[in-house]
């Protein structure tokens, strides 16, 4: 297994369309392995393959990455069949580092995509599980959680980016 490199904001691989997978390999399974150790490093509870800089609708998460709990899942070509309600509930991003905010979500999504040996599966989920459903699903759209927050706050944060990358440039 290996690290993966995480792709931070405003790298513009982050508003790819992710391309839907035909069957897995090998490679994809090496992918997966990668990406669950990568987001366990981080420490992060969801990660797609987008944020690694591979465009393929592949998503991986654990509500519990501490050591003593892990249980990984995976999706391949995830997509949301039904949802219901809304939640709002704070978010993060190991690709918009220091930064949360609340963001508003359907309460329930019912995914249906492929499991590491390529067989279908359906996963319910309510709570966090929901929120992380949608906010993996979206970074295979290209779409990040400060895109759901509201202009105003999603410019206070872009005009604190830039100032970042400006002191980093001038300091080096
Ligand atoms: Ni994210």
Same mark, same amino acid.
């Given at each position: 297994?290996?690290?993966?490199?995480?792709?931070?904001?405003?790298? !513009?691989?982050? %508003?790819?369309?992710?391309?839907?997978?035909?069957?897995?390999? !090998? *490679? +994809?399974?090496?992918?997966? #392995?990668?990406?669950?150790?990568?987001?366990?490093?981080? !420490?992060?509870?969801? +990660?797609?393959?987008t944020q690694v800089g591979k465009p393929l609708r592949v998503i991986v998460?654990? =509500?519990?990455?501490?050591?003593?709990?892990?249980? !990984? *899942?995976?999706? &391949?070509?995830?997509?949301?069949?039904?949802?219901?309600?809304? %939640?709002?509930?704070?978010?993060?991003? =190991?690709?918009?580092?220091?930064?949360?905010?609340?963001?508003?979500?359907?309460?329930?999504?019912?995914?249906?995509?492929?499991?590491? %040996?390529?067989?279908?599966?359906? &996963?319910?989920?309510?709570?966090? =599980?929901?929120?992380? $459903?949608?906010?993996?699903?979206?970074? +295979?759209?290209?779409? +990040?959680? &400060?895109?759901?927050?509201?202009?105003?706050?999603?410019?206070?944060?872009?005009?604190?980016? %830039?100032?970042? $990358?400006?002191?980093?440039? #001038?300091?080096?």
């Amino acid at each position: 297994m290996a690290l993966l490199e995480i792709c931070k904001y405003p790298d !513009p691989v982050l %508003q790819k369309k992710a391309k839907p997978l035909k069957e897995t390999d !090998p *490679s +994809l399974e090496k992918l997966i #392995e990668d990406m669950i150790e990568t987001m366990y490093h981080a !420490p992060g509870i969801g +990660l797609a393959a987008t944020q690694v800089g591979k465009p393929l609708r592949v998503i991986v998460f654990d =509500l519990n990455p501490r050591e003593e709990g892990r249980n !990984p *899942s995976c999706l &391949i070509n995830p997509e949301i069949i039904e949802a219901e309600g809304e %939640q709002t509930l704070e978010e993060g991003c =190991l690709s918009v580092p220091e930064y949360f905010s609340e963001v508003k979500r359907k309460a329930k999504v019912k995914v249906r995509g492929l499991n590491i %040996q390529g067989k279908a599966v359906e &996963i319910c989920g309510e709570g966090v =599980l929901a929120t992380v $459903l949608q906010h993996e699903i979206d970074h +295979l759209d290209g779409i +990040l959680f &400060i895109d759901r927050i509201s202009a105003l706050k999603r410019a206070l944060y872009k005009k604190r980016v %830039q100032k970042k $990358l400006k002191n980093q440039s #001038e300091a080096t």
